[in-house]
T-cell receptor, first 112, second 116 residues
Framework: DAKTTQPPSMDCAEGRAANLPCNHS???????VYWYRQIHSQGPQYIIH???NNETNEMASLIITEDRKSSTLILPHATLRDTAVYYC?????????????FGDGTTLTVKP | GAVVSQHPSRVICKSGTSVKIECRSL??????MFWYRQFPKQSLMLMAT?????????EQGVEKDKFLINHASLTLSTLTVTSAHPEDSSFYIC????????????FGSGTQLSVL
């Protein structure tokens, strides 16, 4: 799986959009981008994933650049409950999902 | 969405005892489940892949006799930490994959194990 790079931490004001970047410059053509988050002392939670088109669901939006070398997770209206560690993962469908490499992620702190 | 239930959420045990952690997929069948451990302020580390009806596959450096995994049904996998020692104290998490191409991982809520 392609390696990802994320900033270690970010702050965001409550009610504002949180934009979390992820670099995956070595991504292959068949690899998807997945985002998960982990709230303190809980198991991670799936957020969203995409291949090359932008995606949106009830939790977030995922913007993937045209060259697919980077992506941004957008939480449109961050709340205090969105404070968590956010993981960006790149993997190919054929590989074992459980072997997804969880790097250090980005610790997002939403402040009042 | 898919739900994975993990119990217990917290366990405290004496050194030398064994502890069993259960992981259940509540609304789907999971032929494969995964077990991770996580130390404070660190990321998840995959320990083993649990396969229904067959032996688990352990990651390098994980002692299979220490961490016994059983996956007897399509909805239940168990992890038993045998002869636990203080260094086994950690946050243990299970997951199961679902969705197109099995890409989405759904996680249990985790088990905080403290060995005294």
């Amino acid at each position: 799986d392609a390696k990802t790079t994320q900033p270690p931490s970010m702050d965001c004001a409550e009610g504002r959009a949180a934009n979390l970047p992820c670099n995956h410059s070595t991504i292959s053509g068949n690899e998807y981008v997945y985002w998960y988050r982990q709230i303190h002392s809980q198991g991670p939670q799936y957020i969203i994933h995409g291949l090359k088109n932008n995606e949106t669901n009830e939790m977030a939006s995922l913007i993937i650049t045209e060259d697919r070398k980077s992506s941004t997770l957008i939480l449109p209206h961050a709340t205090l409950r969105d404070t968590a560690v956010y993981y960006c993962i790149v993997r190919a469908p054929i590989t074992n999902a459980g072997k997804s490499t969880f790097g250090d992620g980005t610790t997002l702190t939403v402040k009042p | 969405g898919a739900v994975v239930s993990q119990h217990p959420s917290r366990v405290i045990c004496k050194s030398g005892t064994s502890v069993k952690i259960e992981c259940r997929s509540l609304d789907f069948q999971a032929t494969t489940m995964f077990w991770y451990r996580q130390f404070p302020k660190q990321s998840l580390m995959l320990m083993a892949t649990s396969n229904e009806g067959s032996k688990a596959t352990y990651e390098q450096g994980v002692e299979k006799d220490k961490f016994l995994i059983n996956h007897a049904s399509l909805t239940l996998s168990t992890l038993t930490v045998t002869s636990a020692h203080p260094e086994d104290s950690s946050f243990y998490i299970c997951s199961a994959s679902r969705g197109p191409r099995g890409g989405k991982l759904f996680f249990g809520s985790g088990t905080q194990l403290s060995v005294l």
